[in-house]
């Protein structure tokens, strides 16, 4: 099925127009993979005239996309949903080797995408207009009647990163598709070739031409231009919140979805089951080397239980399996790149020099960051408040659930939020005072499941994600008004 994405085995090409095409300036980027530097493969570096047209042929094909009735649309996507399943082995390898990601995380990924389409499809078919009576506003009678239905946008631009190449394109793709726009998508850099993948199942699945474009290059060469493209509709962003903060500066009248980074803390109380929160939080903040948004990036712990909970976490995190992810089944994977793991030791050494307790790891092999715990980090320090990306742990003591909720609040993220507590009330209390979008009340912090509203507030994004929230993210109301005149 995945013939003519490549020109030669390791050559890609993009998805325009329904066709796959090379780039004319013969200008290409090598990706190579984070686990053993060897070549994935090739992907184009698009000029800005190939993405000014791309755009276009985008814009041309929507009127066409419009028109082909939600149920047609909710057809095709199914299908896609379907090839994806088939193909979940063959595209989680890729997974593996282009962005390290651990085997069973990436066959998850692709086959919760599956389940995110199918469910979008679904969902469309079952969103309703209205129609509003204006008697119910003072001073009108039953005579006017307005007819509300959704329209789509128009060109939506998809910008993804590279933690989740299939979920957080296709999450970007099926709802904005079904709702009858038409998508250019923008994979990251790193990340590319698999969000390929996922165009060629979409176009096996019988979009369209031009409905789903690609576009790939650097976002520092290609990025600006895109998002100020005049045809540009909507822009829906997920990346860190040092590029989503400069596309809000540089865009003008574009309405924006967007997720960024987060800090979010997991806070533990006296009463928490400390077991039921160590596998949360070993899972949270580890998997995927916590390159996730979502990760556990802080634990907020009451002094009382803080030395038993370390205890515990560090037994766990003694099991995690550190490797290389082609080679077998690992927990810690190489992060993406050197630059990342540079931060992140560069976090560690921060936190040491400042007096923060090592409790396990801090060891750096390559892009290798070992899974770390330090205890008694203060406010002082990057790591209590910046965003690691990568497996790295700081506790810091807390002596009351205010402290815990000022501290929690401080940050300039807003993603999400646990709270590990067996006291309802106390659950409440913290959840209704803290400033993010889901509180998790005894769970990790998690995107899904995928239906759910995501959101985050303050830097960690603009608008609503979730399923339903991402159709009406990318449509509108349209509104017809019909006036009974009774001299007629
Ligand atoms: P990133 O560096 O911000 O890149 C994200 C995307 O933006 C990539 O496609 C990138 O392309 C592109 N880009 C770069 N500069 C651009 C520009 N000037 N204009 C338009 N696009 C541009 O983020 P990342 O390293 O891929 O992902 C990690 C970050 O994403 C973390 O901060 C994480 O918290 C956040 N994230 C948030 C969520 C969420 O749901 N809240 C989910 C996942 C990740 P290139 O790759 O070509 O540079
Ligand atoms: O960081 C990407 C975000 O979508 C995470 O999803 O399910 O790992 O919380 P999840």
Redesign the pocket.
């Known amino acids: 099925m995945f013939n003519n994405l490549c020109c030669d085995e390791k050559c890609y090409k993009n998805l325009i127009n329904g066709k796959w095409v090379g780039c004319t300036s013969g200008k290409t980027i090598e990706i190579k993979s984070p686990v053993d530097g060897s070549l994935v493969g090739s992907i184009p570096s698009m000029t800005k005239e190939e993405v000014d047209e791309t755009i276009r042929i985008a814009k041309e094909a929507q009127t066409k996309w419009r028109d082909v009735p939600i149920n047609e649309r909710a057809k095709i996507l199914h299908k896609a949903a379907v090839l994806l399943e088939e193909k979940a082995e063959e595209i989680a390898d890729i997974l593996v080797r282009e962005i390290a990601k651990d085997k069973k995380s990436a066959v998850a990924e692709v086959k919760r995408t599956a389940d995110y389409i199918k469910f979008t499809a679904d969902a469309a078919k079952s969103m309703e207009g209205e129609s509003i009576p204006a008697d119910s506003f003072p001073g009108f009678n039953r005579s006017k009647i307005s007819v509300v239905t959704r329209e789509p946008l128009g060109v939506v631009l998809a910008?993804?990163?590279?933690?989740?190449p299939i979920n957080?394109s296709a999450s970007k793709i099926a709802p904005a598709l079904v709702a009858g726009n038409t998508v250019v998508l923008?994979?990251?850099?790193?990340g590319s070739i698999s969000a390929l993948y996922l165009a060629r199942v979409f176009q096996e699945a019988g979009i369209i031409d031009g409905a789903l474009n690609t576009i790939t290059?650097?976002?520092?060469e290609i990025?600006?231009y895109?998002?100020t493209h005049d045809i540009v509709d909507f822009i829906n962003?997920?990346?860190?919140?040092?590029?989503?903060k400069?596309?809000s500066q540089i865009t003008s009248m574009k309405p924006l979805l967007m997720?960024?980074?987060?800090k979010d803390a997991a806070i533990i109380l006296e009463d928490a089951d400390l077991d039921l929160a160590v596998k949360n939080i070993i899972a949270g903040a580890y998997s995927y080397s916590g390159q996730?948004?979502?990760a556990v990036k802080r634990i907020l712990v009451m002094n009382s239980v803080a030395d038993k909970l370390i205890e515990k976490l560090k037994e766990k995190i003694k099991d995690l399996k550190v490797g290389n992810p082609i080679k077998e089944q690992v927990d810690i994977v190489p992060l993406?790149n050197s630059k990342a793991a540079d931060f992140v030791e560069s976090l560690i050494k921060e936190a040491e020099e400042k007096g923060a307790k090592l409790i396990i790891g801090g060891k750096r092999e390559n892009n290798i960051i070992y899974p770390t715990l330090f205890d008694n980090v203060s406010l002082d320090m990057r790591l209590a408040w910046e965003?690691p990306?990568g497996p790295v742990l700081p506790i810091i003591r807390i002596n009351n659930i205010d402290e815990a909720i000022e501290i929690s609040n401080r940050s300039e993220y807003g993603?999400q939020a646990s709270v590990f507590t067996n006291n309802i009330n106390s659950a409440f209390y913290i959840a209704d005072k803290l400033e993010v979008g889901t509180v998790q009340v005894n769970n990790k912090t998690e995107?899904g499941p995928d239906h759910f509203p995501?959101l985050?507030v303050k830097a960690?994004?603009i608008g609503t994600q979730g399923i339903r929230y991402s159709i009406e993210a990318m449509s509108r109301p349209k509104a017809v008004v019909i006036t009974i005149n009774k001299d007629i």
Not at 159 to 164: A, E, G, L, Q, R
Not at 237 to 244: C, D, Y
Not at 259 to 262: F, I, Q, S, T
């Open positions: 910008i993804s990163p590279f933690n989740y957080l923008k994979p990251a850099t790193q290059g650097r976002g520092s990025g600006d895109s998002v962003f997920t990346g860190s919140t040092e590029v989503g400069r596309i997720e960024l980074g987060g996730r948004c979502t993406i965003e990306f993603l995107r995501f985050g960690s994004g």
